[in-house]
């Protein structure tokens, strides 16, 4: 099973920051959060990952709270192309195999 | 485009039938992933490959799937007397081995739809 709890959708006006939350309360010292993102009939794409620093890159921002129990993944302006289901899933450090998704979040980017 | 590359991206077939899928990964990634996923869900892991090694198969794996990767590099996953219960997508991924926490590289899919 999936150890992050998102919300199952969420709306953001074009423009604006999209800040999609995650909860992954039971997270281990040596496990990393990932982001992902599926636009519809397309394959999952990784956006970004951190282990306890804030991580940015060219497609968006990692904060993770000082007890990892929880994150936000912030797109600083959104567009209708970021219109996709996002998924936030805990990985362990030193491994390599499976993801485990859950059901993600469906942002609806609004014109 | 050197990304992750499936083909075909539609299948249609009757019950019963068999049916096989190709993935193409990036080039210089040693791992490939299948994965499965339903309407509505997430992906839904089931096997994945280190070189030609298959190293670990899901429990969704039953005896009517196989997957190969003979040399290492495309890979093979056949479903042999499909079910209704097959119609899903079925997604590859790649990654580069070696080094932990690298990310997963994703294909578009093949959309499996059984009459």
């Known amino acids: 099973d999936a150890k992050t709890t998102q919300p199952p959708s969420m709306d953001c006006a074009e423009g604006r920051a999209a800040n999609l939350p995650c909860n992954h309360s039971?997270?281990?010292?040596?496990?990393?959060v990932y982001w992902y993102r599926q636009i519809h009939s397309q394959g999952p794409q990784y956006i970004i990952h951190?282990?306890?620093n804030n991580e940015t890159n060219e497609m968006a921002s990692l904060i993770i709270t000082e007890d990892r129990k929880s994150s936000t993944l912030i797109l600083p302006h959104a567009t209708l192309r970021d219109t996709a289901v996002y998924y936030c899933i805990v990985r362990p450090l030193n491994r390599d195999d499976k993801i485990i998704f859950g059901k993600g979040t469906r942002l609806h980017i609004l014109p | 485009d050197t990304g992750v590359s499936q083909n075909p991206r539609h299948k249609i077939t009757k019950r019963g039938q068999n049916v096989t899928f190709r993935c193409d990964p990036i080039?210089?990634?040693?791992?490939l992933y299948w994965y499965r996923q339903t309407l509505g869900q997430g992906p839904e892991f089931l096997t994945y490959f280190q070189n030609e090694a298959q190293l670990e198969k899901s429990r969704l794996l039953s005896d009517r799937f196989s997957a190969e990767r003979p040399k290492g590099s495309f890979s093979t996953l056949e479903i042999q007397r499909t079910e209704q219960g097959d119609s899903a997508m079925y997604l590859c991924a790649s990654s580069l081995g070696g080094a932990y926490n690298q990310p997963q590289h994703f294909g578009d899919g093949t959309r499996l739809s059984i009459l």
């Open positions: 080039s210089e990634h040693n791992r």
């Open positions: 951190g282990l306890k």
């Open positions: 039971t997270i281990s010292g040596n496990e990393y």
